[in-house]
């Protein structure tokens, strides 16, 4: 009895080395697997869709010829479930580098690091072509049934409202599958905020009624400027000209008012056009903005530059001249446009 006793322990005994022998044997294979490089010739992607499963995530890696032996995507979703590590992978679309082991990639989809993608409104973009642009971006979700803007303005909650002006220029992030909708709400936000902001500090004694007022002067002077530092000096023409009651005659916004008319050429006859847009006949602002301003251009229409100019020409290299009269103002038109046949704004005597 005592035999069998001493045997059943040793054997008992042998299995016990046996069993931790082999389990030493998986977690080494296991941890040698889960360290080792998926197989990736490059750059690759992949994505992870709400309630995906570690399992589907592994199979995905597996379809895709991307692990290195069945061991380790084996090995991979083990050792997700025991760790509890499973629970928390995020949906996303990922990038999956050369060189990324087992490990790494379940890193990954746990960070929520996805890939994201970028739509940037350019100043001095009009809002039909911003949208146009955002319904061609091939990783936006798109859910707006149509370009045009008034219905575009009712889809995002501001029906009723001019889209012009209303959409802040920045660059945006996002990851796939964004909607298009939503983007949008994130520039209008921003261009809410930005005005705000430097509508609060604004000078003082400025010839605005509200906030929106001074959106169309930037827009203005948004689409005047060539050169950056010229902003505030061309926002000082336009202020000084309004509080004496003179007009803008400004050539963006009777081209903003031709609409598709616009053929790339602005003739006389278009500065005589009867329209809201045409500063050249009528007093005062635009009704709205003409195109979608910077914050540069907003806080330059908040803080001209002081001065007595009322008069600008283009000098044909980006840059402008500024005249006090109009005597001035015309001797430069001779010298830098009517020479090359080009008309310039802001001709007529006050």
């Not at 006793?5 to 080395?17: C, D, K, N, Q, S």
């Not at 296991?30 to 998926?38: D, F, N, S």
């Not at 219905?151 to 220029?169: D, K, S, Y």
Request: charged letters at 20%; hydrophobic letters at 40%; a positive charge.
């Amino acid at each position: 009895m005592r035999r069998w006793l001493i045997r059943i322990a040793v054997a008992i005994g042998l299995l016990a080395l046996l069993a931790s022998l082999t389990t030493a044997a998986l977690l080494y294979d296991g941890h040698r697997q889960l360290q080792q490089p998926l197989t990736l010739a490059s750059a690759s992607t992949i994505e992870i869709a709400p309630g995906t499963r570690i399992r589907d995530a592994v199979l995905k890696l597996r379809s895709a010829g991307q692990l290195a032996t069945l061991r380790q995507g084996l090995y991979l979703e083990a050792y997700a479930r025991l760790s509890g590590k499973a629970a928390g992978i995020k949906a996303g679309e990922y990038r999956l580098e050369p060189g990324l082991t087992a490990f790494q990639a379940l890193d990954l989809w746990r960070s929520g690091k996805v890939i994201v993608y970028e739509w940037r409104i350019v100043e001095g973009t009009r809002f039909d072509a911003a949208i146009q642009q955002l319904m061609a971006h091939p990783q936006i979700r798109h859910t707006l049934t149509s370009t045009d803007p008034v219905q575009v303005m009712a889809a995002i909650g501001m029906p009723g409202r001019h889209p012009e002006g209303r959409l802040f220029p920045d660059t945006y992030q996002f990851p796939r599958d964004t909607t298009d909708v939503s983007v949008l709400r994130r520039a209008i936000e921003a261009m809410n905020r930005t005005l705000d902001a430097e509508w609060q500090g604004r000078d003082a004694d400025l010839p605005y009624t509200d906030a929106e007022q001074a959106l169309v002067m930037a827009s203005i002077v948004e689409k005047e400027t060539g050169l950056a530092s010229e902003r505030a000096e061309i926002a000082g023409v336009f202020v000084r000209r309004l509080r004496l009651g003179m007009r803008l005659q400004t050539d963006p916004t009777v081209i903003y008012g031709l609409g598709a008319a616009f053929d790339g050429n602005l003739r006389k006859r278009d500065l005589l056009a009867a329209n809201p847009y045409n500063t050249y006949l009528n007093s005062g602002l635009p009704p709205t903005p003409i195109c979608l301003p910077g914050r540069a251009a907003i806080h330059a229409a908040l803080h001209p530059a002081p001065g007595n100019t009322l008069y600008f020409v283009a000098r044909g290299d980006g840059s402008h001249q500024f005249s006090e009269t109009f005597d001035e103002h015309d001797a430069a038109v001779s010298r830098y446009q009517l020479r090359r046949g080009s008309p310039a704004p802001g001709t007529s005597p006050p």
